[in-house]
């Protein structure tokens, strides 16, 4: 089992960065995909970006593609995600998730553990 906790958001206005990261707990944080979702309000949870075990492999939602960069360090047991050019439509609550699956995966049902979330706030 692993326990994840984000940390990194805040209130920021567009065009701006921030990194995120997740803090893993457990001895087998390397054999997780892990993965980022985020939930505005009213809205559906939605993915953002995924990692494979090794960090050899990344998957991108469309709307963050070219702006996010998703990475890990399996060494600290730590995720990260940094987040370039924010625009207001990225405000939301940033949730870690971590995979115990073959593949690096996407949709949010395959995901075990999950963090608390943290909150991201891009003003215009």
């Known amino acids: 089992q692993v326990q994840l906790v984000e940390s990194g958001g805040g209130l920021v206005q567009a065009g701006d960065s921030l990194g995120l990261s997740c803090a893993a707990s457990?001895?087998?944080?390397?054999?997780?995909?892990m993965g980022w979702f985020r939930q505005a309000p009213g809205k559906e949870r939605e993915f953002v970006a995924a990692?494979?075990?090794?960090?050899?492999?990344?998957s991108y939602a469309d709307s963050v593609k070219g702006r996010f960069t998703i990475s890990r360090d399996n060494a600290k047991n730590t995720v990260y995600l940094q987040m370039n050019t924010l625009r207001p439509e990225d405000t939301a609550v940033y949730y870690c998730?971590?995979?115990?699956?073959?593949?690096?995966?996407?949709?949010?049902?395959?995901?075990?553990?999950w963090g608390q979330g943290t909150q991201v706030t891009v003003s215009s």
């Open positions: 457990g001895r087998t944080f390397s054999s997780y995909h």
């Open positions: 998730a971590a995979a115990n699956t073959l593949k690096v995966v996407t949709a949010a049902h395959h995901y075990d553990y």
């Open positions: 990692i494979s075990r090794s960090g050899g492999s990344t």
